[in-house]
């Protein structure tokens, strides 16, 4: 068995603390991190190691975007891919010694305007999304774990108000549709809705609000997915809410969930 989260970090230099303290005091055996906005030359992977994230599998990017995965557990970098041809360190996958292949993505936010003609991130919002569900047509996952930063709510109560965010960026209906053809496409189940099928719950809440905690305007961006043949060994998936709270956070907060594997 291994437990697996994703956290969105905004710069793991500035929040190398936070990262620790995760490790710490959660001990998830694979930590998948987006937005880490550094080359890897840069990483703060001593620190990790110390705490017995001995292995890593990132691709970083100056100032923007980049991904990693550490893990306790041996792995093998997988590679990656450039998805919609943007240049961003996006995509990167590795491989347990179990056979187990983890992606770890983080799909672009989109900017605030839902109109590719108006405005060009969102164009390359759905391009991204449109790439996924062909790389997973032409080449069907199997014995995968695909988590991450996917930048959109899906369901009615992914979000504080359906109503009210069906026009904002991350929850309207054609970036919905978009990741359900990729999500599709995959085969890939949602673990964390397998878990916790109802109600409302949000992994990211903005730095806008004062109180994000009595306003409570969040929405889950952060997911776990899992391929159809190891599903069925995914539970105990639970998203960190208190880990907001922390100095200076991220906007987002870890998502878990342990596999039987």
């Not at 694979?30 to 890897?40: A, G, N, V």
């Not at 806008?208 to 997911?223: E, F, Q, Y």
């Amino acid at each position: 068995m291994f437990t697996i989260a994703t956290w969105n970090i905004n710069s793991v230099r500035l929040r190398e603390a936070l990262v620790s303290r995760l490790l710490t005091e959660e001990t998830p055996d694979i930590l998948c991190l987006q937005e880490i906005k550094t080359p890897i030359e840069k990483f703060p992977a001593e620190a990790f190691a110390a705490l017995g994230y001995r292995y890593l599998v990132a691709r970083g990017q100056k100032g923007y975007n980049g991904v990693a995965i550490l893990s306790k557990l041996p792995l093998e970098d997988a590679g990656d891919r450039d998805y919609a041809s943007l240049g961003h360190a996006r995509h990167v996958a590795a491989t347990l010694e179990n056979g187990v292949t983890i992606h770890n993505f983080y799909v672009p936010a989109g900017g605030d305007i839902p109109d590719r003609e108006q405005n060009v991130k969102f164009g390359q919002k759905l391009d991204f999304l449109t790439e996924m569900r062909d790389a997973f047509h032409a080449d069907n996952p199997s014995k995968s774990i695909m988590v991450g930063d996917l930048n959109i709510a899906p369901r009615e109560d992914d979000v504080w108000s359906h109503k009210q965010l069906l026009k904002i960026v991350s929850h309207t209906p054609i970036e919905v549709e978009h990741l359900g053809a990729a999500q599709d496409a995959g085969k890939w189940v949602d673990i964390t809705r397998q878990d916790i099928p109802s109600g409302l719950l949000y992994s990211w809440w903005s730095y806008r609000a004062k109180d994000w905690d009595a306003a409570d305007k969040g929405r889950r961006l952060d997911h776990i997915w899992a391929t159809p043949d190891i599903a069925n060994a995914g539970h105990a998936s639970r998203i960190l809410r208190p880990v907001r709270g922390w100095e200076q956070p991220s906007d987002h907060v870890p998502v878990l969930a342990s596999f039987d594997l």
